[in-house]
């Protein structure tokens, strides 16, 4: 079994910063781990994909963020990272950290959140 903690969220004014991170922790070894990626989902809308990126280091943003955030990994750490720049009100979301597992089997891992706030 895989745990993974985000921490970073918080408030911040419109143009600000923040990074987010999450920490991945139990059974990592015995499994394999291709893509970790974050969502957010927003009060009554649903959630969506914000960024991702593989073990290759390949990476896949929403177009609303293109340019404002960097998602990053490092994989002997374990850790998952989203700097988020420029940040807008829209951006006002509880964040996820997201890990799909491909070997033994397919699943997901999901983090409980992280409450970003961007006030005007």
């Known amino acids: 079994q895989v745990q993974l903690v985000e921490s970073g969220g918080g408030l911040v004014q419109a143009g600000g910063s923040l990074r987010l991170s999450c920490a991945a922790s139990?059974?990592?070894?015995?499994?394999?781990?291709?893509?970790m990626g974050w969502y957010r989902q927003a009060p009554g809308k649903q959630r969506e994909l914000v960024a991702a990126?593989?073990?290759?280091?390949?990476?896949n943003y929403a177009d609303s963020v293109k340019g404002r955030f960097s998602i990053s990994r490092v994989n002997a750490k374990n850790t998952l990272y989203l700097q988020m720049n420029s940040l807008k009100p829209e951006d006002t979301a509880v964040y996820y950290c997201?890990?799909?597992?491909?070997?033994?089997?397919?699943?997901?891992?999901w983090g409980k959140g992280t409450l970003v706030t961007v006030s005007s």
């Open positions: 139990g059974s990592i070894f015995r499994i394999r781990v291709n893509t």
């Open positions: 990126i593989t073990n290759l280091g390949t990476t």
């Open positions: 997201n890990a799909e597992q491909s070997w033994p089997t397919r699943m997901d891992y």
